[in-house]
């Protein structure tokens, strides 16, 4: 039974992994081979009671990072339909592209910290092609974008979807986790910006013929507003369960309850045409409920594969083979570049019982390094990534001959910068 749920599994990730090549949605995939999964381990397990037990554990942990997830996509966008996010981009001004190189890779950084990875992308990139004219500048600073996004990620538990998993399944703390990865995340940063700034030297902005315009119709009260209210409620989130000791998607959905309540006082008198994009029912029908609907089949594919005890032979493998935990984990990192890293956290995360490795472990800690970092290193490696490569048409050689390297050097880097501190402080 065991060799057959492995295949199968297998395969659904093979098909994830080479979303692209075939044309078949990830999510199709993932939701095929969790059904696949759990109908061959009810059938061949026999006890209906368990599995059933099982399976309503695992939905309930799942839930709650859905939940989590649909919460905080949502109030990004109602920020974005009120142009919230040109509070920050419209305080960048220089000519030169290699200081422009830095402020946008440190605004990226410390905005996906507090965001997340692939909307802060989204942002930057459309930032950047406001101020750049040139197609072949904008490539490396999409993909300085990425790094940045992807090492900024990684060091809070809403900056990143595989550090929120962490932290929902009380692996890492929000506190712990920002000073223990912060300087590696830095590192990860700065050794590829060193990297790309000597090809940078010298050069000009050249700016865009004609710049678009947003909707003129959005007043600055509005748009102050809704930022700081759904940057606060996004920040807000950890404390709040620090206080409460409720699940996180608990105070995401309280947040954006208020935020809810506010924008329907603030737009009440306003023509419906004008009213419709700024409310947060539209924010919810503007939402990737694909990927939504990926992270619940990835999810319950691998909580199958924890029951039937797979992944505990996996890691006891990795153990026996390979020994020492920070090269396991950071050959984990580097599957990530090849692979999606949320079915490789989900993984993880039931390969190390919790009962063994506490909450805050060495082995948390690193793998939300090296998984949240390590998909910079090719362009299909994150979800940031993929974003990027279709907002300015990324080709992947392109990516793997000139930013691969820089973004090697990053992450290992950031690796050595992690064991050494963590030797130093234990």
């Given at each position: 039974m065991l060799i057959v749920i492995a295949g199968i599994f297998v395969v659904a990730y093979a098909a994830i992994a080479l979303e692209h090549p075939l044309g078949i949605n990830k999510s199709a995939s993932a939701l095929v081979g969790a059904g696949l999964l759990w109908t061959l381990y009810a059938v061949m397990t026999g006890d209906h009671a368990l599995v059933s037990r099982?399976?309503?554990?695992?939905?309930?942990?799942?839930?709650?990072?859905?939940?989590?997830?649909?919460?905080?996509?949502?109030?990004?966008?109602?920020?974005?339909?009120?142009?919230?996010?040109?509070?920050?981009?419209?305080?960048?001004?220089?000519?030169?592209?290699?200081?422009?190189?830095?402020?946008?890779?440190?605004?990226?950084?410390?905005?996906?910290?507090?965001?997340?990875?692939?909307?802060?992308?989204?942002?930057?990139?459309?930032?950047?092609?406001?101020?750049?004219?040139?197609?072949?500048?904008?490539?490396?600073?999409?993909?300085?974008?990425?790094?940045?996004?992807?090492?900024?990620?990684?060091?809070?538990?809403?900056g990143d979807v595989t550090t929120t998993m962490l932290w929902i399944g009380g692996q890492i703390s929000p506190v712990n986790i920002m000073q223990s990865l912060f300087l590696a995340s830095l590192v990860n940063l700065i050794v590829p910006l060193l990297v790309v700034s000597f090809r940078l030297k010298g050069k000009e902005i050249v700016a865009p013929s004609r710049l678009e315009s947003r909707r003129p119709d959005i007043e600055v009260f509005e748009r102050n507003l809704m930022f700081y209210l759904g940057l606060g409620t996004l920040i807000a989130v950890p404390a709040f369960k620090a206080v409460t000791h409720l699940a996180p998607f608990m105070g995401i959905l309280f947040g954006l309850g208020i935020l809810w309540l506010v924008g329907e006082i603030v737009h009440r008198h306003k023509e419906e045409d004008v009213r419709r994009p700024l409310t947060l029912v539209h924010a919810l029908g503007r939402i990737d409920m694909s990927a939504v609907v990926f992270f619940v089949g990835i999810l319950l594919a691998v909580a199958c594969l924890e029951h039937a005890h797979v992944l505990q032979l996996v890691a006891n493998w990795l153990d026996t083979n390979i020994g020492r935990q920070d090269i396991i984990v950071i050959l984990l990192g580097l599957l990530s570049a090849i692979v999606d890293n949320v079915p490789l956290v989900?993984?993880?995360?039931?390969?190390?019982?919790?009962?063994?490795?506490?909450?805050?472990?060495?082995?948390?800690?690193?793998?939300?390094?090296c998984a949240g970092t390590g998909g910079s290193i090719l362009i299909i490696g994150s979800a940031a990534g993929v974003a990027a490569m279709g907002l300015e048409k990324i080709e992947f050689i392109w990516y793997a001959r000139r930013i691969a390297g820089p973004a090697l050097l990053g992450y290992l880097g950031g690796a050595i910068v992690y064991i050494v501190q963590y030797q130093i402080m234990h």
């Open positions: 099982q399976l309503n554990e695992s939905v309930s942990s799942t839930a709650q990072i859905v939940f989590f997830l649909i919460g905080a996509m949502t109030i990004v966008e109602v920020i974005d339909a009120h142009n919230g996010f040109e509070v920050i981009t419209s305080l960048i001004r220089t000519t030169r592209q290699v200081r422009l190189m830095w402020l946008v890779g440190f605004v990226t950084f410390f905005l996906s910290a507090i965001l997340d990875n692939l909307t802060t992308t989204i942002v930057m990139i459309s930032l950047v092609q406001k101020l750049l004219g040139n197609q072949k500048d904008r490539l490396l600073f999409a993909s300085m974008i990425v790094i940045a996004a992807n090492a900024g990620g990684a060091w809070t538990v809403i989900a993984a993880t995360m039931g390969m190390y019982d919790i009962a063994q490795y506490p909450p805050d472990s060495f082995i948390w800690e690193f793998i939300a390094y």
